[in-house]
């Protein structure tokens, strides 16, 4: 593939759990200095680029700054292939094993950006290991839990402080059109108001584009600012989490009430199961990862289990009102 100035760029093929994954562009200094540590950078793409060839990725993110200036870093773009429809957080975490023990990367600089669905899947990826990593930028996207399209009829609520008190530690950047109609303002502007009022221990720079619509990524990756700021940001405290054990029966069971509730089920081969209802009454099935003692992730957002000294264990579906576990073939 072609070099873009400094770097030499090449597609490598990701496994899960020996089941294919994702293709994903390397982009790599060409000389690499064999007894140093490099910074790492991971790109998550959008929805516009699921499918096709991989190759339009050299016109996202660090790929396309690279084609007029230099990144001292490594840099994965992960692709999602056709047939599949949002990122997958416990394959990115298999994926960033794998880079680590392929290449000579820094563990005090891991860095996380992505634009629209990619800035979703990013900040799910820091709230699931938060102590991985150095900085988070999230471009056009926001507050990643605000999509999920549960038929509960109970009132949304405001983000949830313990949830993004993960995230204390992290250097984070937001930036969102104004104007952008395809995913509100809102949900960077909300994301980033809560995160101001919590006690964080780490910068928190939001970029509001006024004449923008959805696409400000253009912009903001062809800064040098941007990439200097993010480079810049260093994580001494930083640990690749062990790999969990979890026993998935501890999630099993009904959440909510007998007239509106969810479940989550064990299928010997599928694994763990969240079961609800859409808007429109239609049955829905998702596939849940374990990926903390607390925190399950499908492809819609994150689910937390908080286990109380007293009183039933509640399940956190996403942004809304906690949901009791219950007996859903107990009498009333």
Known sequence: MNTALSHSISVQHHHHQQYPSYHYLVSQPQSLEAN???????????????????????????????????????????????????????????????????????????????????????????????????????????????????????????????????????????????????????????????????????PLHSTWYPQHAHNIWDDVYASQSFWCWLLEQANSQAQRPAASQLDPKLFIGDYGNQQDYVSIELHPQQGLRLLCKDLQDNELSFQLYPVAEDLLFCEIGCLRLIHQPQGPTQLALTRLTLLDKFDLNAAD
């Open 36 to 202: 140093r540590a490099y910074p790492l950078v991971l790109f998550l793409h959008g929805r516009g680029e699921i499918g096709g060839n991989i190759k339009q990725l050299l016109d996202f993110g660090p790929n396309a700054y690279l084609q007029k200036a230099h990144l001292d870093a490594i840099c994965i773009s992960p692709h999602i292939p056709e047939g599949r429809s949002a990122w997958a957080v416990h394959e990115l975490i298999s994926l960033l094993d794998e880079i680590e023990q392929q290449f000579n990367i820094d563990p005090q600089r891991i860095y996380l950006t992505g634009l629209s669905m990619g800035g979703f899947g990013v900040a799910n990826l820091a709230l699931a290991q938060p102590q991985r990593f150095a900085a988070l930028s999230v471009l056009a996207a926001g507050d990643p839990n605000r999509l999920a399209p549960w038929s509960l009829k109970l009132p949304a609520r405001p983000i949830c402080d313990e949830l993004y008190q993960r995230l204390n530690a992290l250097p984070i950047h937001l930036a969102h059109g104004l104007k952008d109609e395809v995913i509100p303002a809102e949900f960077s502007i909300e994301l980033a108001d809560k995160l101001s009022l919590l006690p964080r221990q780490a």
